[in-house]
């Protein structure tokens, strides 16, 4: 083992060895054990052969923007419902390029692009419903391998995490959807947001962020790997505010493998631990904003870092990715959990997609390879919840694969899933 807890690859920020080597050692318990063994049935019972497919999204859906032309590895969609648009991040690069899962190819790795989808009406021809967003003034090229995004609609400002070949940071852009236009406006980087994935915004300068992992893939495959089969709390919930001159960051709460989250309310926060098999639920408390007698409050630094109880878990057959919350025009919210059901297909998808989708690379490959290109799949399970209704499946198959992330437009019946390395996005209407 010692090789692995070198100080020197573990050095930097984050927990220290030795509180890994202790979260570790106190996860392997027979308490432990029986609390994984759900997460080690679901290899059995989710393998695409024998999956039990499940489909309650209504109407109709379609694989739309698959084709030749279309996008791939679209692992965000974020929709905007006062204006009936969709925010679709896709990242061709992600094939040769993943820190979360670790695949670390040589180049070209492709930057990841953005687009607007128009979702509106199932008329729109599909050439026009998707259209690119030009990137102005971003400095890094083609460095650009999303994962989160939140938008603020008040201020128009895109958040997106980036797992950079320079380093883990999210990137600020003020979007202009009508004219397909996302201009720079900085790169947040802090040593806290080591692996950042998705964002919750509480206000245009005040988030939520999480690492799915202490320890990247990019500094240590095997670690990386540890915690995910493992599933010690060594994820992080980190609050990040941008308020004052320096980036503030606090570490508010500890996941096993921390992916989605979401804010349900005013009083409480979702948190998806992927490799728990299940959505957490925290109560947040803000902390009292600075009163005048105390001026430097601000200044002082963790003042203002609300805090983050467990309150209660929700328990899923399967691994969830993202999360995204729905709100009808009537006051019904539910939220949307996506993910992905069984772990080995989705590794073995994942680390195979930069052969399967290059013809070059294909025609090359050994024939075992190519067979299993033919009919590989990544089975996708999406599922919605509510503490009235419990959880509800919504779609479970092998059609679409990979699923990431889902969301609905309750009021015009409309939902999207976006799939990790998926062709195109699955788009249902109700
Ligand atoms: C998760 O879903 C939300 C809401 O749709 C979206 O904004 C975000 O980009 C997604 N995050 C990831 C990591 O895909
Ligand atoms: C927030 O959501 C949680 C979980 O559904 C629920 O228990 C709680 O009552 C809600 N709080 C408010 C203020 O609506």
Not at 43 to 62: C, K, T
Not at 182 to 205: D, F, K, Q, W
Request: proline content about 6%; some cysteine.
């Amino acid at each position: 083992m010692s090789r692995w807890w070198n100080k020197s690859r573990l050095g930097g920020s984050g927990p220290s060895a030795s509180t890994l080597i202790g979260a570790l050692l106190i996860a392997l318990t027979a308490a432990y054990l029986y609390e994984r063994a759900p997460f080690l049935a679901a290899f059995y019972n989710n393998a695409p052969e024998r999956l039990v497919r499940v489909n309650n999204l209504g109407r109709s859906h379609d694989v739309k923007f698959a084709g030749r032309d279309g996008v791939r590895s679209c692992e965000d969609a974020l929709m905007v419902e006062s204006i009936g648009v969709a925010i679709v991040a896709c990242d061709p690069g992600r094939e040769r390029w993943n820190t979360v899962m670790g695949v670390f190819l040589p180049d070209p790795v492709p930057g990841a692009d953005i687009y607007i989808y128009d979702y509106k009406s199932a008329s729109t021809p599909d050439s026009e419903a998707l259209q690119r967003v030009e990137l102005v003034g971003f400095p890094g090229g083609s460095d650009l391998h999303t994962l989160g995004m939140a938008f603020d609609e008040t201020t128009s400002t895109l958040f997106m995490t980036n797992h950079a070949k320079a380093g883990p940071r999210i990137e600020v852009f003020k979007l202009e959807v009508n004219a397909l236009k996302a201009t720079h406006v900085r790169t947040v980087s802090h040593p806290l947001i080591h692996g950042p994935n998705s964002i919750a915004l509480v206000s245009s300068e005040e988030f939520f962020v999480t690492n799915d992992h202490a320890i990247p893939a990019t500094r240590s495959k095997f670690v990386s790997m540890l915690e995910t089969y493992l599933a010690p709390p060594t994820g992080t919930v980190v609050h990040v505010d941008l308020r004052g001159a320096e980036v503030e960051a606090d570490v508010v709460a500890r996941v096993p493998f921390a992916n989605g989250i979401e804010i349900l309310n005013a009083t409480t926060v979702a948190v998806a631990s992927t490799s728990r098999g299940a959505v957490y639920l925290y109560t947040l408390t803000p902390r009292p904003l600075p009163s005048s007698s105390q001026p430097n409050d601000d200044k002082a630094g963790h003042k203002r870092t609300p805090e983050l109880t467990y309150a209660t878990g929700i328990k899923v057959p399967f691994l969830p990715d993202n999360l995204s919350l729905w709100r009808s025009k009537t006051g019904e919210t539910k939220l949307i959990i996506a993910g992905h059901a069984h772990a080995p297909s989705l590794t073995r998808f994942a680390a195979t997609r930069h052969i399967c989708n290059d013809h070059a690379e294909l025609s090359r490959a050994d024939p075992e390879t190519a067979r299993y290109c033919e009919t590989a799949t990544a089975p996708s399970w999406v599922s919605e919840w509510s503490e009235e209704d419990g959880l509800r499946h919504l779609y479970v198959d092998t059609e679409y694969p990979s699923s990431a992330t889902a969301a609905r437009d309750a009021d015009r019946g409309v939902g999207i899933v976006a799939g990790l390395y998926a062709k195109g996005l699955l788009v249902w209407r109700e």
